[in-house]
T-cell receptor, first 112, second 109 residues
Framework: DMKVTQMPRYLIKRMGENVLLECGQD?????MYWYRQDPGLGLQLIYI???????SEGDIPKGYRVSRKKREHFSLILDSAKTNQTSVYFC???????????FGPGTRLLVL | GQQVQQSPASLVLQEGENAELQCNFS?????MQWFYQRPGGSLVSLFY???GTKHSGRLTSTTVIKERRSSLHISSSQTTDSGTYLC???????????FGLGTTLQVQP
């Protein structure tokens, strides 16, 4: 059963704190993604990773960084979180990057 | 401007009615994907459809690449079909999906 997991599912942080969002997939997919979803703006791509240590900026990378040291794990890091980073964050993966994307359950992040 | 236009923005149906959702793209695309999302939920892939027509149960997706459009047909709607339907297109070989804002469907009993 193909699965993308995300941890934590819910997170509350204070402005200036560091945030680590984790994503895993058990499908040996090459490509992984981080998106955020906001009302009225839809889903926006933050970063894309084509394989281990092969990461590329998406459309809104400012304020974020990523790490992929194993093919099955992709982390999103917010150094010194800001209130405008309050959002729902989705991780996704696809086998080659030009086929079906599978999404995780999302992480709801509130930055106070 | 928005590269992906979805219409209608919202739709209310009575159970048993059919629905036709449209997605139009402003640039050339390699492929597109339809997703379903429940309020507060994740995205579930319905179709990955580079071109032509695909069927899955009561759902039919038709993509015409040359005309930069795709449609999602839902037949005999059920209350459990309520939610948001998102389309997204894949451009180039970067693997980046560009999303529309979605069509919110409410099916009443």
């Amino acid at each position: 059963d193909m699965k993308v997991t995300q941890m934590p599912r819910y997170l509350i942080k204070r402005m200036g704190e560091n945030v680590l969002l984790e994503c895993g997939q058990d499908m040996s997919h090459e490509t992984m993604y981080w998106y955020r979803q906001d009302p009225g703006l839809g889903l926006q791509l933050i970063y894309i990773s084509y394989d281990v240590d092969s990461n590329s900026e998406g459309d809104i990378p400012k304020g974020y960084r990523v790490s992929r040291k194993k093919r099955e794990h992709f982390s999103l890091i917010l150094d010194s979180a800001k209130t405008n980073q309050t959002s729902v964050y989705f991780c996704a993966s696809s086998l080659t990057g030009v086929d079906t994307q599978y999404f995780g359950p999302g992480t709801r992040l509130l930055v106070l | 401007g928005q590269q992906v236009q979805q219409s209608p923005a919202s739709l209310v149906l009575q159970e048993g009615e059919n629905a036709e959702l449209q997605c139009n793209f402003s640039t050339s695309l390699n492929s597109m994907q339809w997703f379903y999302q429940r309020p507060g939920g994740s995205l579930v892939s319905l179709f990955y459809n580079p071109s032509g027509t695909k069927h899955s149960g009561r759902l039919t997706s038709t993509t015409v690449i040359k005309e930069r459009r795709s449609s999602l047909h839902i037949s005999s709607s059920q209350t459990t079909d309520s939610g948001t339907y998102l389309c997204a297109f894949l451009t180039g070989n970067t693997g980046k999906l560009i999303f529309g804002l979605g069509t919110t469907l409410q099916v009443q009993p």
